[in-house]
């Protein structure tokens, strides 16, 4: 009796849990999980290959419909929200003008492009960086800390309140742990040499200066202190993501450029090679942008730190340029004998 009790429990949490938004809601955007397999660990999880964001404009417009669509809004026109020039001061959470959706595409609806659909259903989850079960919120915050080069949002503000019913959309009939196909960005297979910040900067000067401009500030919509932000990002100074960022590391940020950029391009259809993308990568993170406080107090599990996390403390026998630039395998392999970063 009792293992029959267990077995239907499994087979409940393989294939039951799903996040609703409302009984009602017509957006429903997965398949049900392929046929349970409860005796599979969810490490285990088949990956699925076919998914989409919801239909937002099939939301009703009661509490949660608004909620989601406010959720939206501020992640689309951040800097309108919570940025650095809005007119209310203790609303100035993000230190730059950028959108959430500047690095997470198409509203987080894209493939490898740093999606949302499936974050809501994957979180609490274990993150190295803090060598601790995350929830959703502190992971939002982590992009507010670090992307955004800000502080944290208030955990019972509106507007994270906001986010996560955005957030909690986009996960609408998912199921809860599923693998998603094209999480994250690209992952490319690193470079036997260095990224070379010199041949990025001609690959920058023939592809991507028509929009993030001549010295990387991007174009205004507006003009200085209106709050309206970019119509393209600036990708270097005052004004972009800090040295903390996942962007700020060159594997990331060649994987986001190599799948989206420049704009107008997926993964399916991509310009550049892996080369031309971890240089221009290279050369993009060669050049300054703020530093953010404390970063030796991130990863306190060392052996977690990845080897391209260009910021103390390093690996042994390796220098802060070679944890920059790569080659990475080097550090990899020193690694995976147990040399850890010092403390
Ligand atoms: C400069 C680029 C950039 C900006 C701007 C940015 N993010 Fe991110 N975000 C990333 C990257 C890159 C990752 C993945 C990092 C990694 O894999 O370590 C990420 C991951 C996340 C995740 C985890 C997704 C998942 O399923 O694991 C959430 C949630 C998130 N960001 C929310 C936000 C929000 C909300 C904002 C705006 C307030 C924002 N981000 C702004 C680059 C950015
Ligand atoms: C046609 C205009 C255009 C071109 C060309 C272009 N980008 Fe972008 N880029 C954008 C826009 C617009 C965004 C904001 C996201 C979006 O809306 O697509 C963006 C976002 C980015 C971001 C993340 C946001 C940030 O501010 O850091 C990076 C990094 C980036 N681009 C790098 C590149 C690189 C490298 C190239 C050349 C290989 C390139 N882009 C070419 C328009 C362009």
């Not at 530093?291 to 977690?304: E, L």
């Amino acid at each position: 009796m009792k293992h029959t009790h267990r077995l239907i429990m499994a087979l409940a949490v393989g294939a039951g849990l799903t996040v609703n938004a409302l009984a009602q809601s017509p957006a429903v955007v997965a398949a049900p999980a392929a046929a349970a397999t409860p005796a599979v660990p969810a490490a285990a999880a088949p990956v699925q290959k076919d998914w989409q964001a919801p239909d937002i404009s099939k939301l009703p417009d009661d509490k949660y419909g608004q909620s989601v669509r406010q959720g939206k809004a501020l992640m689309e026109e951040t800097y309108k929200h919570i940025g650095p020039e809005v007119k209310d001061v203790s609303k100035r959470y993000a230190g730059n003008n950028l959108g959430c959706v500047s690095c997470h595409m198409d509203a987080g609806g894209r493939k490898f492009g740093n999606p949302w659909v499936g974050t809501f259903v994957s979180f609490p989850q274990y993150r190295g960086r803090e060598d601790a079960v995350s929830t959703t919120e502190e992971r939002v915050n982590g992009c507010m800390e670090r992307s955004m080069n800000g502080k944290k949002l208030p955990l019972d503000s509106a507007e994270m309140k906001a986010i996560m019913s955005y957030l909690h959309f986009l996960s609408t009939g998912l199921p809860v742990g599923v693998k998603l196909e094209g999480g994250g960005t690209l992952k490319l297979k690193a470079l036997a040499r260095a990224a070379d910040p010199v041949a990025g900067k001609q690959v920058y000067a023939s592809t991507c200066v028509a929009c993030h401009g001549e010295n990387g500030q991007g174009v205004r919509r507006g003009k200085a202190g209106d709050a309206n932000g970019y119509q393209f990002p600036p990708l270097w100074g005052a004004d972009s993501y800090n040295d903390g960022a996942g962007m700020a590391r060159i594997t990331l940020a060649a994987g986001f450029i190599k799948g989206n950029m420049p704009s107008g391009i997926t993964h399916l259809n991509a310009v550049l090679t892996d080369e031309q993308a971890f240089d221009v990568a290279a050369f993009i993170n060669s050049q300054p942008r703020p530093v953010k406080a404390n970063t030796v107090a991130d990863f306190p599990a060392r052996k977690n730190k990845p080897v391209d996390a260009a910021f103390p403390p390093y690996t042994p026998g390796f220098s802060a340029e070679q944890h920059k630039y790569g080659p990475w395998q080097p550090i990899q392999a020193a690694r995976e004998k147990g040399v850890s970063p010092a403390k």
